[in-house]
Structure formats: structure tokens, C-alpha cells
């Protein structure tokens, strides 16, 4: 099942991913976009799960 996000949500998502496109250091900055809205890869689940 889809999460779906509001329409502000949606648009921060793409200019920060639009900004994250342009930064030198891509993976950091997609790592950041992503997280803000509550995106991780399954290598962060330890820092979330106790």
C-alpha cells in the first residue's frame, strides 16, 4: 500500500529534491531530503528499533 503525503509535503519534497540534484555531495543530500519525510533504507531500522 502507497503512503501518500499532502500537497505542501509533496512540493517541499521535489524543490528539496531538485536542490539535493545540484549538491556535490548527492547521497548525503538525498539522505536528508529523504528523511525529512520520513524515507530511510533499511540500514537505519537499529537506530529507530530498540
Avoid at 549538491?23 to 540500514?43: I, K, Q, R, T, Y
Amino acid at each position: 500500500m502507497p503512503t501518500f503525503i499532502n500537497e505542501e509535503t509533496y512540493t517541499r519534497l521535489l524543490i528539496d529534491l531538485r536542490e539535493a540534484a545540484r549538491a556535490g555531495d548527492w547521497e548525503s543530500a538525498l539522505a536528508e531530503v529523504l528523511g525529512g519525510v520520513n524515507v530511510l533504507p533499511e540500514a537505519c531500522r537499529g537506530d529507530f528499533v530498540g
